[in-house]
């Protein structure tokens, strides 16, 4: 099946810095992707639909400044969370749909958990 | 935003029995997904529903999308250790593609 891969799987960063979140699909070309972020014990929340070789669209109360989305290829989209801060600390999840599949087709990669001290 | 009602939250069984969970929404959706999270990873899909009343199975797990398309339920039957993991529900409006979830089942289970 197809094969979504996330780098890193983890990072931890201070206050202020920023961070890059990869997301690759390995297999097949995505001309969409989804960003999520999940809060430990809690569900996935979509934070912004990533389109190839155009801008995000981000999910209401998601700051666009903040979480920059760049889809520059068929097979990568990067998320960078810029400024963190502590309540930026979340699992970042993204998963990538298949273009001649089914709507539902998204595959999820396996997270990224980002700390920020 | 959007939210599905997923209930139970958590659930505690021995080894061997069944189990049942459900979604609800206010809204209609045009596609219900169930996903199972394990720990530190990304979800995986499990089953797919795409029309109302459809009954699918996957192995020992079966899952239903409601009439009103407003619900579905996933069952699993006599579970086994390696069944421990969040279940999530999702529902997907037509032609957005986004997928909505709901907040998950964790399950937990006795040896």
């Known amino acids: 099946g197809a094969v979504v891969s996330q780098h890193p799987s983890w990072v931890i960063c201070k206050s202020g810095t920023s961070v890059k979140i990869e997301c690759r699909s390995l297999?097949?070309?995505?001309?969409?992707m989804f960003w999520y972020r999940q809060f430990p014990k809690q569900s996935l929340m979509l934070m912004a639909t990533s389109n190839e070789g155009s801008k995000a669209t981000y999910e209401q109360g998601v700051e666009k400044d903040k979480f920059l989305i760049n889809h520059a290829s068929l097979t990568l989209s990067t998320l960078t969370v810029t400024s963190a801060h502590p309540e930026d600390s979340s699992f970042y999840i993204c998963?990538?749909?298949?273009?001649?599949?089914?709507?539902?087709?998204?595959?999820f990669g396996p997270g990224t958990r980002l700390t920020v001290t | 935003g959007q939210q599905l009602n997923q209930s139970p939250q958590s659930m505690f069984i021995q080894e061997g029995e069944d189990v049942s969970m459900n979604c609800t929404s206010s809204?209609?959706?045009?596609?219900w997904l169930w996903y199972k999270q394990d720990p530190g990873e990304g979800p995986v899909l499990l089953i797919a529903?795409?029309?109302?009343?459809e009954l699918t199975s996957n192995g020992r797990l079966t899952a239903q999308f409601g009439i009103t398309r407003k619900d579905s339920f996933l069952n699993i039957s006599a579970s086994i250790p390696s069944d421990v993991g969040i279940y999530f529900c999702?529902?997907?409006?037509?032609?957005?593609?986004?997928?909505?979830f709901g907040q998950g089942t964790r399950l937990t289970i006795n040896p």
């Open positions: 998963s990538a749909r298949v273009p001649t599949g089914a709507d539902h087709e998204q595959y």
């Open positions: 529903l795409y029309k109302a009343g």
């Open positions: 297999d097949f070309q995505a001309t969409t």
């Open positions: 999702a529902g997907q409006l037509g032609g957005a593609q986004k997928l909505v």
């Open positions: 809204s209609i959706f045009n596609t």
